[in-house]
């Protein structure tokens, strides 16, 4: 099972990103998929999450300006980010709970990460 995690980049202080994940491989069911980032020397943040039965959760700090969705066909997640901040600057990690096939357990895989950098 491969995550691969795109759209990062630099924007200005009041600019937009969407963050891309998709899931490939020898994949049966997906869960729940979320979005974490990691600032410079700190810890790993939780940001968003979209579960199978479509419940969407996000922090605090991002709520009201990102927006999680995913394509289910796709086994792809998106993270659109608006209004971004400089305290958003941190590598952006994708989060997938799957399954690899019927009657396995679900387990947790993580994609490799993209830079979001918010400055003027």
């Known amino acids: 099972v491969q995550l691969q995690a795109s759209g990062g980049g630099l924007v200005q202080p009041g600019g937009s990103l969407r963050l891309s994940c998709a899931a490939s491989g020898n994949i049966f069911s997906v869960s729940a998929m979320a979005w974490y980032r990691q600032a410079p020397g700190k810890q790993r943040e939780f940001v968003a999450i979209?579960?199978?039965?479509?419940?969407?959760n996000s922090a605090e700090s991002v709520r009201g300006r990102f927006t999680i969705s995913r394509d289910n066909a796709k086994n792809t997640v998106y993270l659109q980010m608006n209004s971004l901040k400089p305290e958003d600057t941190a590598v952006y990690y994708c989060?997938?709970?799957?399954?690899?096939?019927?009657?396995?357990?679900?387990?947790?895989?993580w994609g490799q990460g993209t830079q979001v950098t918010v400055s003027s």
């Open positions: 979209s579960t199978s039965g479509g419940t969407t």
């Open positions: 989060n997938v709970l799957l399954q690899l096939s019927r009657g396995t357990s679900y387990r947790n895989y």
